[in-house]
Every structure is written in structure tokens, then in C-alpha cells.
């Protein structure tokens, strides 16, 4: 990378975070430009998962930056983050079960999050407008009043999906969003995800490499904590120690 | 709120009734149907309503449990007694004492002068913006510390508990400045007007009755709001909530604060009906009995927590009138019956089961569209013939207390409720 930095919507440098010594992510650098759409790939326990957490501050990193657009997020708390525009879908799908679908894209909706700004919040036509576009984007148009528990798993997958849509963030970042979906469902969500990457960046954890194919502008392979490969999925694939790393695994 | 609105939202509506048979019973059945004596212990219980509110908001869609409301509570019926209990004690009233002017304890415990934080509390307004403050302030430092800390779940029980504990040691300790174990009392008057007489137990009635029909109306509006959404989206997925851009901390403290207002409101409405104010109520026991009010009642039903601690503590008068010794473990079998059976308490039993039975009975019996009218509240009733002295409750309760079990579980149910 020999770019300048300030070209990147996200530069992370030297990220490091140990847990009791053990180094889950070890000086890590990354750099993802606007609209760009960067897929993580790695073997179980490569520290995947933990590079977003430390990115979105549920982790605190013990070392290195992370620059967003000009703000950099290892000191700001994570509300802070989520308004400065990143948004964050997790591994497990994290959906308020004992609310309608309704209800969870009204909570994410970007307006009325202090505490006397949700009591006054209005549910005024704006916001039934905006909710009804995402949910029709997520496939849920037909579902708004049931409540999120009644959903199946790849259903929430895309509530989840939804929630973080309407918050409308630059940078997206999503947590295996195809796990534990049906092949049809897959098909949608991939359609779902070319659809919103379009016009933000987005650093997206997978497995399925059929799915990494679809969306992937380029691919970083994570190895203990380590980058072990980055560039196309062609060049990615066709490097030895990739292929050892899998194999071995 | 639009009228346009309510038709088409059955929650609302629901509430509406609730409210208004609440304010039937409250206002007119109960003021009716009682003498003066008996309107007075029903004040009492009100006071404990108010706790209960506050621990729907908190606990029941917060999911934040404090086993020390007690504390709140406490600090709103001290601060009433303090000035109670200074207007009761002007010099001529204590000429006697060797320091005349200064509270009848002070002075046996060789106090030579009021203290100085004793001052403010000659001030009725001074007073009056205490029992909000007071709360709010303390419930603030202990929410920022605990919950910017992430201090949740049963770390946040056990440690409300202690601070329960410690309330109860201090005050009992430090006799000169609080009474200590006594408490503060022999209340006469509140600004000039003497509270002791049955006319003005009846009027404090009335206010309290008002006051917990306006915190009923405050806790609704909450829990339909946005932030009530909130809170229950936070007790299931925090870090959903964290992520989807608020800062969850401020809004556990923000409820904790209101549950801690709402409880010391009761608090002084305590010391003016019962005319004293004692540490037995700020300690442990009566916290975590609060929270078996709220679970009686539904926690997460305002209405319902109102009736629940209506029944509770008039089945604790008529069963520990008779057998004082196996309240305590009536009341743990009581709430360990209700966690495991109806889990959504009174409120449960009555969205669940006596409502759609009405709605049965009304189809069968009327063409006409249900009339608001028609529902006949099952609470009022049974409540006005307990108090003539029937006492069915203690029927209920004799039946649990005759398998005895220990008092602890009923501190580990309430723990593990939280969870
Ligand atoms: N809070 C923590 N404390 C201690 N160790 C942790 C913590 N979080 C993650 N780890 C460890 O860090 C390593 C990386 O975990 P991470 O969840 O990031 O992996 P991943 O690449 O997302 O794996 P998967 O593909 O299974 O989701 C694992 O060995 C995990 O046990
Ligand atoms: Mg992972």
C-alpha cells in the first residue's frame, strides 16, 4: 500500500489486542477505501471476528490505531462510533425478540437517541416511510408487526441487516450475515448485499467462498491474529500459504 | 396522544380502563367503603405502590434489579420526618430538654445543637425539592458508577443490597443525628396543619391516592414511549442497543433515577400518614419485599404492580396479625408460587385469562360492541370485603404457610429472576 493514507475511508494500523498475553490480533494493518466492499477470510479462531470488535470499540485494542475518515475511533465510545457512521452486525443475530419488526427498525432509526429525545420521539410519517423502504428491501415488508422472535434465523439475519441500513452508515461491517441460511436464502442476501454496498464501504466476515465470489472487491486472509494474504480472490487463492493454511486446518 | 390513535391500539386502550378502575377503586370505592382507620393503613399500602411502579420501569423492562429501593424510600420519609419533626419541636413544645428547640432525641443523646445539615429542613420548599433531589442524585452517582462500569445482572442485586444494609447500620448507628433504631417520631403538623386527626389522614389519603394515580399516568407514558421500547430492546440485546448508536449506560441511570423518585415520593407520603419514619423500612427485608409487590403484580404492568401491593400487604396485616412469626415465609412461598406459576402476576393472570373469559361472556350475552363500562374490575370487590374484615387473603396465605420454607430462596429466586 503505498497510497495516501487520507485516500481510505478506514485506515488501521499496527491494531494489536491481547488477552492475557494471548495476542488474538498482532499489528494488523488495513486499509479499505470508499465503496470499496472487503471481504475477511480465515480459519476459525484467526481473530476475524475480534478485528471488528476492536474496529466498533466492544473490544478495547492494547495497541495501534484505527482511523475513520478523519476520527480516530480507538478513543471514542462505541455510540460514538455508530454516529460517526460505521455500523456493526454481529456473528449471532442480535434481534429484540419481544419487539416487532417494526419496533426494531424504529430503534435504529438515526433520530431521538438521548434519553429525553426517545421520550419525545414521534412516529411521524418519515419514519413509517423510511421503516417500510427497509423492510421492503429486507424482505420483511409482509412482517412488520410480528414480533422478531416469530422469525426464522435467516429472517433475523436480514432484520439485522435492515437495522444497520436505516442507520445509513459509511462503513458497514458484517459478521458472517449468510450463516445458517438455506441456499434461496443465501441467493437473496447476496442480491440483498450488491444492492447496499453500492454507495458505502463495507468489511464483510465469510466463509462461503461461492458468497465471497459475488460480493468480494478484494479479500484479506487472516491467520492467528496475522494478515497472511491480501488481493483478489483469484490472487488470494493462489497463494501457497493460504492454501497450507487451510489444508491444515 | 390523538384520540384517533387509541382506537386502533388495544394496549392503549387496555391501559385506559386500567387506569380508570384504578382511579374508581382509589378514589371512590375505597374512601366509600372504608372508615377513617381503615382508609389510612390502605394510604399506607399506596405508599409502597409507588416503589412498585418504579420497579416495572427498572426491573421488570429494564431488567435492572435493585434489591434497595428501600434506600429511596427511606430518603424521601426522611426528609419529610426531618421537617416534621423540626416544626414539632420549637422551643416551647421542648422547654423541657436542656437544649429546648432541638429534636427530643438530639437532646437524649446530649446534642447541644441542631446539625448544621439538620438547617435547610426548617424550609417546607427546601423539603418538598429534597424528596425529589435527594433521590435523584444518589440514584445518579450509584448508576453512572455502576452502569458506566457495566455493573449488571445480580452484581448490580448484591450491591444495591449492601447499600440497603449499610443505609440501615448508619442510621441505627449514628442515634444523635437520626434516631437511630426508634426512627423519627411523634409528627405533629405539616406547615401549621396538624396531620393526626382522622379529617386530615382522610385528606392525606386523597393526596396520595392522586399523587400514585399521576406517577401511574408518568410510568405509562414512559413505557410507551420510545425509551420503554428501549429498555426492553436493552434487557434482551444490550449490545444490539449499544451498536444501534446509545449510550446505554445514561439510559439504565436515567430509569434507575425515575424508579428512585417515584420510591422516595412514597417514602414521605409514609412518614404523613403513618406519622413516623424508622429504619425497619429502609433495610433489606423491606426492599426485596418491594420487589415481591411488583412480581405479584406483574413487573411489567403498572397498573398491576399497584394492586400487587395492595394484596400483598393487606394479606401481611391480616396474616401477621394472627400468626406474625410465618410472614415472612408466607411471603417467600408467596413469591416463589407467583415466579414459578405467573410469571406475569396479576397482570398475567388477568390479560391471560379473566379478560378474554369477559370478552366471552360479553359476546355471549350482548350484540352490542363491548361498552367500556361493561368489564366489571374483579379487584375492587374482593379488596372492599377484605377490608370489612373478611380477610380471603389470609385464607390463600394459610394454605401456602403451612409448607414452611426458608427465607433465603426468596433472596436467590429474586436474584435469579433478574437474570
Ligand atoms: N474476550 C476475549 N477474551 C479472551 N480470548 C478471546 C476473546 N475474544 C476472542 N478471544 C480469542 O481470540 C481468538 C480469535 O477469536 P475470533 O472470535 O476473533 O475468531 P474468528 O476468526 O472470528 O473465528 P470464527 O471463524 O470461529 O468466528 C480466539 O482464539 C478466541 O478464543
Ligand atoms: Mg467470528
Avoid at chain 2, 36 to 45: D, E, I, Q, S, T
Avoid at chain 2, 239 to 266: E, I, M, N
Avoid at chain 2, 321 to 350: D, R, T
Wanted: net charge neutral; charged share 20%.
Amino acid at each position: 500500500m503505498f497510497e495516501e493514507p487520507s485516500h481510505f475511508i478506514l485506515t488501521v494500523e499496527g491494531l494489536t489486542v491481547s488477552f492475557d498475553g494471548f495476542k488474538a490480533v498482532d499489528g494488523l494493518n488495513l486499509y479499505i477505501a470508499p465503496n470499496e466492499c472487503r471481504v475477511i477470510i480465515g480459519p476459525n479462531g484467526a481473530g476475524k471476528t475480534t478485528v471488528l470488535d476492536l474496529i466498533c470499540g466492544r473490544t478495547k485494542a492494547t495497541g495501534g490505531s484505527v482511523r475513520f475518515r478523519d476520527m480516530e475511533l480507538l478513543k471514542m465510545r462505541e455510540d460514538q462510533i455508530v454516529h460517526a457512521g460505521v455500523g456493526r452486525k454481529f456473528q449471532t443475530p442480535s434481534v429484540y425478540e419481544d419487539l416487532t419488526v417494526f419496533e426494531n427498525l424504529e430503534i435504529s432509526y438515526p433520530k431521538g437517541h438521548g434519553v429525553f429525545g426517545a421520550l419525545a420521539f414521534r412516529r411521524d410519517a418519515a419514519v413509517r416511510d423510511r421503516i417500510r423502504d427497509i423492510a421492503e428491501q429486507i424482505f420483511l415488508d409482509d412482517s412488520l408487526e410480528k414480533k422478531a422472535g416469530l422469525l426464522s434465523h435467516g429472517q433475523k439475519q436480514w432484520l439485522e441487516i435492515g437495522m444497520l441500513l436505516i442507520q445509513d452508515p459509511q462503513l458497514l461491517m458484517l459478521d458472517e450475515p449468510v450463516a445458517g441460511m438455506s441456499v434461496a436464502e443465501r441467493r437473496k442476501t447476496a442480491e440483498l448485499l450488491n444492492r447496499i454496498i453500492q454507495d458505502r464501504s463495507v468489511i464483510v466476515i465469510e466463509h462461503d467462498m461461492s458468497f465471497v465470489e459475488d460480493i468480494a472487491t478484494r479479500v484479506t486472509v487472516l491467520h492467528q491474529g496475522k494478515l497472511l494474504s491480501e488481493g483478489s480472490l483469484a490472487h488470494v487463492k493462489a497463494d501457497p500459504r493460504v492454501a497450507e493454511v487451510y489444508l491444515g486446518h | 396522544m390523538r384520540l384517533s390513535f387509541s382506537a386502533s391500539d388495544p394496549g392503549l386502550r387496555r391501559q385506559i380502563i386500567g387506569l380508570a378502575l384504578l382511579a374508581a377503586l382509589l378514589l371512590v370505592a375505597l374512601p366509600l367503603g372504608l372508615d377513617a382507620f381503615r382508609l389510612n393503613l390502605f394510604g399506607k399500602y399506596l405508599c409502597f405502590a409507588f416503589v412498585a411502579i418504579g420497579l416495572v420501569l427498572c426491573w421488570g423492562m429494564g431488567g435492572i434489579l435493585s434489591l434497595g429501593q428501600g434506600v429511596f424510600f427511606g430518603l424521601g420519609g426522611y426528609a419529610m420526618a426531618m421537617y416534621l419533626k423540626l416544626e414539632a419541636s420549637t422551643p416551647e413544645a421542648t422547654k423541657i430538654q436542656s437544649t429546648p428547640g432541638i429534636p427530643d432525641f438530639m437532646d437524649w443523646n446530649q446534642l447541644k445543637a441542631l446539625p448544621l445539615w439538620w438547617e435547610p429542613f426548617h424550609s417546607l420548599p427546601f423539603t418538598l425539592i429534597a424528596i425529589i433531589a435527594l433521590p435523584v442524585a444518589f440514584a445518579f452517582i450509584i448508576g453512572t458508577a455502576m452502569f458506566r462500569r457495566r455493573v449488571g445482572g445480580v452484581y448490580f442485586a448484591i450491591i444495591t443490597q449492601a447499600i440497603a444494609a449499610i443505609a440501615t447500620i448508619l442510621i441505627i448507628g449514628q442515634q444523635g443525628y437520626t434516631g437511630g433504631v426508634n426512627g423519627i417520631t411523634d409528627l405533629r403538623t405539616l406547615h401549621g396543619w396538624d396531620i393526626r386527626p382522622d379529617s386530615a389522614r382522610v385528606t392525606l389519603y386523597f393526596v396520595c391516592a392522586g399523587l400514585l394515580l399521576l406517577a401511574a399516568v408518568l410510568a405509562l407514558f414512559v413505557q410507551r414511549s420510545k425509551l420503554g421500547r428501549i429498555l426492553i430492546a436493552m434487557r434482551d440485546q444490550e449490545d444490539r442497543v449499544r451498536f444501534s448508536g446509545y449510550d446505554v449506560a445514561a439510559f439504565k441511570t436515567f430509569v434507575f433515577c425515575l424508579g428512585a423518585v417515584f420510591a422516595s415520593v412514597g417514602g414521605a407520603m409514609f412518614t404523613l400518614q403513618v406519622g413516623f419514619m424508622s429504619p425497619t423500612i429502609v433495610g433489606i427485608v423491606p426492599s426485596i419485599e418491594m420487589v415481591i409487590f411488583c412480581a405479584v403484580g406483574g413487573r411489567l404492568s403498572v397498573i398491576g404492580a399497584v394492586y400487587g401491593a395492595l394484596l400483598v400487604n393487606l394479606a401481611r396485616t391480616s396474616f401477621s396479625e394472627s400468626f406474625p412469626e410465618l410472614w415472612l415465609f408466607g411471603l417467600g412461598a408467596l413469591f416463589i408460587a407467583v415466579v414459578m406459576a405467573f410469571p406475569s402476576g396479576l397482570a398475567g393472570v388477568w390479560v391471560e385469562r379473566i379478560e378474554p373469559l369477559l370478552a366471552r361472556l360479553l359476546r355471549r350475552k350482548t350484540t352490542t360492541p363491548a361498552d367500556p363500562n361493561a368489564p366489571e374490575a374483579p379487584e375492587p370487590a374482593p379488596l372492599t370485603r377484605d377490608a370489612a374484615g373478611r380477610r380471603p387473603g389470609a385464607a390463600t396465605l394459610n394454605a401456602l404457610s403451612t409448607n414452611p420454607l426458608p427465607a433465603t430462596p426468596m433472596t436467590d429466586a429474586a436474584a435469579r429472576a433478574a437474570l
